[in-house]
Each structure stands twice: as structure tokens, then as C-alpha cells.
């Protein structure tokens, strides 16, 4: 079964605008959630976590349980942001990554 | 230092040949994997080690060989690869976040 779910393959936004990435999770512990970035031709890298609750690069994501996401999130998109986002789910055991959306960033 | 370090960057083999790619990291992390990713698609599983041994093999084929010298070193030795088998591998360690190396772009001609 599918842990991690990324239900956009491709999203398109322009410069300026707010950008959202959906992740859903599957998971009945308690869930230790990531989002990684792959810029090209780079190594993939992470850009939060959930614990830390930190922004990253203007990006925020929330653990929502009751409703399994953890959606990322960046008020005004920056031509730099296009790049490959990966939800990731970490049970303790394994790693799970979702199918990963593609940001583009239109000038 | 954050750093997991992946070489070869760069790999093209013929499918007789034996080649090796190795991965390094000196964060004490005890957890070690490799991933496969092709173009567009997220990393798959292949290979996890935990404290130098082989936790999980995620039903790969024999012509992919894994092993861990060492806390900081894991291998992946290749041998009679097929066309298919091109693609982007990855290592990565972890011990909470996982950090991944630049990966090994493989060719099999």
C-alpha cells in the first residue's frame, strides 16, 4: 500500500504566486515526515522536517493528523524553487518517499 | 560534515563487465542504503544496512552485490547488468534524517 501519496505529478505556477504541494501519508504511529528537493542535475537534499518546524528557503509544511497531510507550502514562488519535491515518510524501519512533484516556476 | 560521497559520478559498463560503486559517509550513522532512481521518478529501495548488516533486500536481483567493509562504507559491486538496469544509483545514511550522495549515473551499453 502506498504510504506517501503526492497527488500532483506536475504543478506550474507563476513567479509570485503561492505554491502548495500535497502530501498524504499513511501511517498509524506517529509519523516523522520530510520533504526533500532535487534541483537538476543535484543530490536530492532535505528541505524540512516536521519536527523542527522550521522555513526553509520561504517553505513551510504542517503535520495535520487529523487529516494525514503534511502540505507544503511557500506564499510567493521564486523562479529558483523549480525543482523535483519528494514527501517522505520515516516509520523507523523504512523509508518511504511519495512519487514526487515537479515545480515549475514560470517567469 | 553532512556529506555521504558517492563515487564513480559517472559509470558506462558492458554487460559482461564487474564494476564496483562505492559510498562513504562520517556521520556515525548507522543506517546505510542504496537507492535506485530513474529520470522522474522517486528513489526505490534496494538495499538497507543496519550496524553493518543486511536488514533488508528489497527483492533484487543477484547481478547487484551489497556490502558493508566497514561503519563507514558500503558497496554495490555489478556484474552481468542488463540495459534496464541504467539509471541514477543513490546512497544515503542516516541516523533521524537521511542524507543522500550525488549518486553514481550508470550506463549499461
Known amino acids: 500500500a502506498q504510504r506517501v501519496t503526492q497527488p500532483e505529478k506536475l504543478l506550474s505556477v507563476f513567479k509570485g504566486a503561492p505554491v502548495e504541494l500535497k502530501c498524504n501519508y499513511s501511517y498509524s504511529g506517529s509519523p516523522e515526515l520530510f520533504w526533500y528537493v532535487q534541483y537538476s542535475r543535484q543530490r536530492l537534499q532535505l528541505l524540512l522536517r516536521?519536527?523542527s518546524r522550521e522555513s526553509i528557503k520561504g517553505f513551510t509544511a504542517d503535520l495535520n493528523k487529523g487529516e494525514t497531510s503534511f502540505h507544503l507550502k511557500k506564499p510567493f514562488a521564486q523562479e529558483e524553487d523549480s525543482a523535483m519535491y519528494y514527501c517522505a515518510l520515516n516509520t523507523g524501519n523504512q523509508f518511504y518517499f511519495g512519487t514526487g512533484t515537479s515545480l515549475t516556476v514560470i517567469p | 560534515d553532512t556529506e555521504v560521497t558517492q563515487t564513480p559520478k559517472h559509470l558506462v559498463m558492458g554487460m559482461t563487465n564487474k564494476k564496483s560503486l562505492k559510498c562513504e559517509q562520517h556521520m556515525g550513522h548507522r543506517a546505510m542504503y542504496w537507492y535506485k532512481q530513474k529520470a522522474k521518478k522517486p528513489p526505490e529501495l534496494m538495499f538497507v544496512y543496519s550496524y553493518e548488516k543486511l536488514s533488508i533486500n528489497e527483492s533484487v536481483p543477484s547481478r547487484f552485490s551489497p556490502e558493508c567493509p566497514n561503519s563507514s562504507l558500503l558497496n554495490l559491486h555489478l556484474h552481468a547488468l542488463q540495459p534496464e538496469d541504467s539509471a541514477l544509483y543513490l546512497c544515503?545514511?542516516?541516523?533521524?534524517?537521511?542524507?543522500f550522495g550525488q549518486g553514481t549515473r550508470l550506463t549499461v551499453v
Open positions: 516536521h519536527i
Open positions: 544515503a545514511s542516516s541516523q533521524v534524517i537521511t542524507y
